[in-house]
């Protein structure tokens, strides 16, 4: 049988988890050649079957502490079973970053990747995902895929209107290989989410990156311009060049749960504006005080102002929550947006069975008693 070398201290293995599902840990173990150190433990290499990868549980005590095990989570894995491929979940290592939507520890960068055409590059959901990826402190790669159904003229306007947003977008063909040796460099040995809209290629591109992989692909909805749904859970994928790559469920308006001071930062041409000077008040929300340094002709200023709105009604609704006597209450829209509208007493409002009706009646016809 072929084997590899892992590394193992007293019985335990290091790896990643790559998938979760059903309190059910699928990890992968780290493997090399010359065996992979732990400082401050003593090794003991051990052989093991190819390829390196176990079925784990969590420990009990893991879940009386309330620790969680999530995809990417780095993990020492206790007491292997080989010829049931098997084992058990013993610690979980300190996270050097943290998803919540999708939940993956120690992501490295998020690869959005959009379709300039079919369905159509929508510049308002774009920004939403921007902003989404901006909020969670990695870095961010923005991919925009069938570039060779536009113009080269189309191309330059589109990348120069994103150079004025602050990216720098990879033009890339799934369908014709264009571009994708570069991709494939920026995501070596690195632990990269891939998101955006349904619809864009992202399950072709996955494929493209990880030929050994079937992932299903969904075609674009006629009547509606918009993808289909195809993945259902999140996953790392082990790319040939090393790193890991996360498929995502495919979702089309993610939410934005930042707090209304926060949300200028997630745009990078205001944080440029912000670097370069302060406004008047240290409270500014960049909407209409006076000597605000963001205000002014930058293309994605509307898009702020909406966010902003978002904003707001979602801390207001948070506010609300925690106060029952609270009047008004916050209905969600199309798009993403919000409004406000003004909560029913429930008891006042609410409909009288049949039975207390008929009871109510019978009531009313009953002789007084002397």
Same mark, same amino acid.
Request: contains cysteine; negative net charge; glycine residues 0%.
């Given at each position: 049988m072929t084997t590899v070398e892992t590394m193992s201290i007293n019985g335990q293995l290091l790896g990643t988890v790559l998938a979760v599902q059903a309190n059910f840990y699928r990890v992968q173990l780290d493997v090399d050649d010359e065996s992979i150190r732990v400082q401050g433990e003593k090794e003991n290499v051990s052989p093991l079957p190819t390829p390196a990868m176990l079925l784990c549980t969590r420990r009990t005590r893991l879940k009386k502490i309330g620790q969680q095990v999530m995809v990417g989570d780095r993990v020492i894995v206790s007491e292997p079973d080989w010829s049931g491929g098997r084992g058990a979940i013993s610690h979980v290592l300190p996270r050097q970053s943290l998803l919540d939507r999708p939940a993956i520890a120690n992501v490295d960068q998020i690869l959005l990747a959009f379709a300039v055409t079919d369905p159509p590059l929508e510049p308002y959901q774009l920004s939403r995902f921007l902003v989404k990826a901006e909020s969670t402190? !990695?870095?961010?790669?923005?991919?925009?895929?069938?570039?060779?159904?536009?113009?080269?003229? !189309?191309?330059?306007?589109?990348s120069d209107r994103l150079l004025g947003w602050g990216y720098k977008p990879l033009f890339i063909s799934v369908q014709n290989g264009i571009n994708i040796a570069e991709l494939t460099n920026h995501l070596n040995n690195k632990i990269t989410v891939i998101a955006g809209p349904s619809g864009v290629g992202k399950s072709s591109l996955i494929n493209v990156l990880i030929p050994t992989l079937n992932l299903r692909v969904g075609e674009v909805s006629g009547k509606l311009a918009r993808g289909r749904h195809t993945t259902r859970h999140t996953e790392l994928f082990e790319l040939p060049g090393g790193g890991l790559l996360a498929d995502t469920p495919g979702f089309n308006q993610p939410d934005l749960d930042c707090s209304p001071e926060e949300l200028i930062y997630y745009f990078p041409e205001a944080r440029e504006r912000l670097a370069a000077a302060s406004c008047r008040f240290s409270d500014c929300l960049h909407r209409d005080e006076p000597d605000c340094v963001v205000q002014g002709d930058w293309e994605r200023y509307e898009h702020y102002l909406e966010f902003l709105d978002q904003a707001i009604a979602r801390q207001t609704q948070l506010h609300q929550q925690a106060d029952p006597e609270s009047t008004m209450k916050i209905k969600s829209k199309g798009n993403g947006k919000q409004q406000y509208e003004p909560k029913l007493e429930s008891k006042k409002y609410r409909r009288v069975s049949r039975k207390t009706q008929l009871q109510e009646l019978a009531q009313l016809y009953k002789e007084p008693e002397d």
């Open positions: 402190d !990695v870095d961010v790669l923005l991919c925009l895929n069938k570039s060779d159904l536009i113009s080269p003229q !189309v191309q330059e306007k589109i």
